[in-house]
């Protein structure tokens, strides 16, 4: 079964530092995976995707992820933090056995970023 | 790009009523859906797959006659909390995928908060 694990609940970063959250998977297969972006009250925006190809993976808002297939890990980074960037972060692997093409989110990692 | 919505966006109402939810595919057309649950500070759980034309696929554990599904056009599909109780408040956002689009490609709606008294 796929699966991703987000194991930060919280980040704090100052503002202007680079940032990480990270995210590890579980698959059978070639995984397909998300990152995504909610702010308080709201549903999901797409940051970025890997598919296949390169491993750096270029997103929205300056964001990228490296998909690391030895570690089995999909870290999201951004260079240099803004305050804006506070918001609830998902990690998501597409699920190939379940239905058809849903998602499974990992718990979410809260991103404080402190002026 | 690619928009859905969702209505209402927050709800109210009292324990025993039933309470429908749309979600929309605005610019394109959408054979599958998905609803989600998110509680409080966790995060999204499957609740079924809504297929255009065809019955839903309910996820283990979630009640088939409490959550009632409906898919009947390819633009909008319906969630109706049948006898809310206070324990299905909850968030509930739903995603879709482009009718002969990358399956991967997923697009999420801006959620319902729905608050059962």
């Known amino acids: 079964a796929q699966s991703v694990a987000q194991p930060e609940d919280q980040v704090n970063v100052a503002e202007g530092n680079p940032l990480t959250v990270k995210c590890t998977y579980s698959?059978?297969?070639?995984?397909?995976l998300f990152w995504y972006v909610q702010y308080p009250n709201r549903g999901l925006q797409f940051l970025l995707k890997y598919i296949t190809g390169d491993n750096l993976v270029k997103g929205s808002y300056g964001f990228e992820a490296e998909f690391n297939k030895s570690q089995t890990s999909f870290h999201l980074k951004k260079p240099s933090a803004l305050v804006s960037d506070s918001a609830l972060y998902f990690c998501?692997?597409?699920?190939?056995?379940?239905?058809?093409?849903?998602?499974?989110f990992g718990k979410g990692t809260k991103l404080s970023v402190k002026p | 790009g690619a928009v859905v919505s969702q209505h209402p966006s927050r709800v109210i109402c009292k324990s025993g009523t039933s309470v429908k939810i749309e979600c929309r595919s605005l610019d394109f057309q959408a054979t599958t859906m998905f609803w989600y649950r998110q509680f409080p500070k966790q995060s999204l759980m499957l609740m079924a797959t809504s297929n255009e034309g065809s019955k839903a696929t309910y996820e283990q554990g979630v009640e088939k006659d409490k959550f009632l599904i409906n898919h009947a056009s390819l633009t909008l599909s319906t969630l109706t909390v049948t006898s809310a109780h206070p324990e299905d408040s909850s968030f509930y956002i739903c995603s879709a995928s482009a009718t002969g689009g990358k399956q991967e490609t997923q697009y999420f709606g801006p959620g319902t908060r729905l608050l059962v008294l």
């Open positions: 998501a692997v597409l699920n190939y056995g379940g239905s058809q093409g849903n998602l499974i």
């Open positions: 698959v059978s297969g070639n995984p397909y």
